[in-house]
């Protein structure tokens, strides 16, 4: 009798060889962009550099989006802004030795903001691997060692089939809490020389979930529970964890006032009943959470600025969650638990018991009257009107990346985002020229809001060449420049601190350290093809708007010498 089954034609071993074959032409950039692609990514910033050739000729051949910036750094800026608006690993190509290099200050602040940054460099070839000095072109001894202390992990290739395996561990480290930037090398050879191995499919790289352990969130929320005058810290690790609701879930069950990081920004609504705000340089506030019986802080390590430069003392019982292990009780004794901000907060809501407290609100509120006392008393109008500005002008749901420059230390404070996860700035690492690049990659993640960049005169050269990247991609983005003619805020601590700044003077030209020539920014915007206009603080909000609302880039140059509101860490 025969079968059905009996009847099935089988591929010969010849006919399964070459359906499995690989498509021709294909290298070793080749398997990465295919990696790429296959765990979800759709675009890549970068530089394309000689050792990288083989990255950038496979790009041809894929549907990724590539964004090629002027400068490595800023490359890895416009990564860090692209991960953080879409949570999502942010792939950066660079080339060996200074091109690599030249990304460390961007992927120092990712890493401080728990941005994910997939960074991708090339290698010297195989052969000059192992510390030895042959003299190639951008020869390190040992490169990686030069990230190790930086990113959160670090992944070598040395042969074309560890590629795919490699970037999916990369990626996967990326996107566990805390989010973060990671590093892979892989060398020139290995990138250019022709692969045989078939096309990469569906990648395996799922991000680990960091739960917290049930004992200590029971305690957590027993102590919630019974407390008389609980209080709340909330940090980045809430905004990257996408658990602004379950925050304010728990402060309203339990009554507890929240003040949120610069980092955490939003996390918590500007103008609810409970929301301290942000400012968390004033002695007020701290004299507040010191007073808290139990403190919950969520997603902070409680670093320099978030602890009022060390000044704050709590007195009450601390609960710390925290994703980064390297941030549990760092800086405060207190029942440390380590986890995912949203996946500890869920646990908390299961099991803490209601409280009523009537007199939460009105702490709060005199709490609040009592900082914009001090700092009305101040006569500091013009920084506050600017600010007030900027927030009419912009669009609620539009993004905002604020360079190291004055306003922006205002806006850590007193700034409303009004929506979780829309104000950024390089508070993490405290690094210049962060503003502009990181606009451009936030306007590559979503190009339906307009994007608002704030920089000082200084910062602004930083990042100047990225103009030309703006025209390119007709990125929607308007970068507003304070120009005080030098570093401000360097200028303030310098004379608050000796009574004057550095100059050096020969018999030719006086040199300061903190006053700067600079070029005229709306001349030099518009030799970009960018459309460049000067404002004043009266037509600011004006010029800002109809900026926002043009497509494309914009420059906006306010000339303004600004000052900052007095500090309470210092006496």
Do not use: C
């Not at 103008?271 to 969520?298: G, I, K």
């Not at 996860?421 to 503003?435: E, P």
Request: glycine share 8%; proline share 7%; hydrophobic share 45%.
């Amino acid at each position: 009798m025969t079968h059905d089954h009996d009847l099935v034609l089988r591929p010969t071993p010849a006919q399964t060889e070459a359906a499995l074959a690989p498509p021709p032409g294909r290298i070793g950039g080749d398997l990465v962009v295919e990696t790429l692609s296959g765990l979800g990514a759709t675009t890549v910033f970068g530089l394309p550099g000689q050792h990288a050739l083989g990255l950038f000729d496979a790009l041809r051949r894929s549907s990724l989006r590539y964004i090629g910036m002027r400068v490595e750094n800023n490359a890895g800026f416009a990564a860090d802004a692209y991960g953080r608006i879409t949570g999502e690993a942010a792939p950066l190509l660079l080339s060996t030795g200074p091109g690599a290099l030249m990304s460390l200050a961007a992927l120092q602040e990712a890493a401080a903001a728990s941005a994910p940054v997939l960074a991708i460099s090339s290698q010297i070839p195989t052969a000059g691997l192992g510390g030895g000095r042959h003299g190639y072109l951008h020869e390190l001894p040992d490169q990686q060692a030069s990230f190790r202390g930086v990113v959160k992990s670090v992944h070598t290739v040395r042969t074309q089939s560890q590629i795919p395996s490699a970037i999916a561990a990369a990626w996967q480290s990326a996107l566990t809490a805390p989010h973060g930037p990671v590093w892979v090398e892989i060398p020139q050879d290995v990138l250019l020389a022709e692969t045989l191995l078939p096309e990469v499919t569906a990648p395996d790289a799922t991000p680990e979930e960091l739960v917290p352990r049930p004992e200590l969130t029971a305690l957590a929320a027993h102590l919630l529970s019974g407390a008389a005058r609980p209080a709340i810290i909330a940090g980045g690790g809430v905004v990257r964890a996408d658990a602004s609701g379950k925050l304010r879930a728990l402060a309203e069950r339990i009554q507890a006032p929240v003040v949120t990081t610069f980092g955490g920004k939003a996390a918590f609504p500007w103008n609810h009943p409970l929301s301290l705000q942000s400012w968390m340089e004033d002695r007020h506030t701290t004299d507040f959470l010191e007073d808290a019986d139990v403190l919950l802080v969520v997603g902070s390590g409680l670093g320099e600025m978030s602890s009022n430069y060390r000044t704050f003392k709590p007195r009450g019982r601390l609960i710390q969650i925290e994703a980064d292990l390297g941030k549990l009780e760092s800086n405060y004794p207190a029942l440390g638990i380590h986890a995912d901000a949203r996946l500890a907060l869920s646990a908390l809501l299961e099991t803490v018991d209601e409280r009523t407290d009537e007199t939460a609100p009105e702490r709060v509120r005199t709490l609040l009257e009592r900082v914009h006392a001090r700092i009305d008393a101040q006569q500091l109008t013009l920084e506050q009107g600017l600010l007030a500005s900027i927030r009419r002008a912009l669009p609620r749901r539009s993004p905002s990346f604020w360079d190291m420059t004055i306003l922006a230390y205002w806006a850590w404070s007193a700034f409303d985002p009004r929506h979780p996860n829309t104000m950024h700035s390089a508070q993490g690492a405290g690094g210049l020229g962060y503003a502009f690049p990181a606009a451009l990659g936030a306007a590559a993640a979503d190009p339906t809001h307009p994007v608002l960049a704030i920089s000082g005169d200084g910062g602004a050269l930083y990042s100047i060449a990225e103009l030309a990247t703006a025209k390119q991609h007709d990125f929607n983005v308007t970068w507003l420049i304070i120009d005080d003619g030098g570093y401000g805020i360097l200028r303030e601590y310098m004379t608050d601190t000796f009574g004057e700044t550095t100059e050096t003077a020969t018999a030719t030209v006086t040199e300061s350290a903190t006053e700067l020539s600079r070029p005229d920014y709306v001349a030099l915007a518009e030799s970009f093809g960018v459309p460049g206009a000067r404002t004043t603080p009266e037509t600011l909000e004006a010029d800002l708007s109809k900026a926002l609302s043009t497509p494309g880039p914009v420059v906006i140059v306010l000339p303004a010498v600004l000052r900052m509101f007095a500090p309470t860490h210092l006496g």
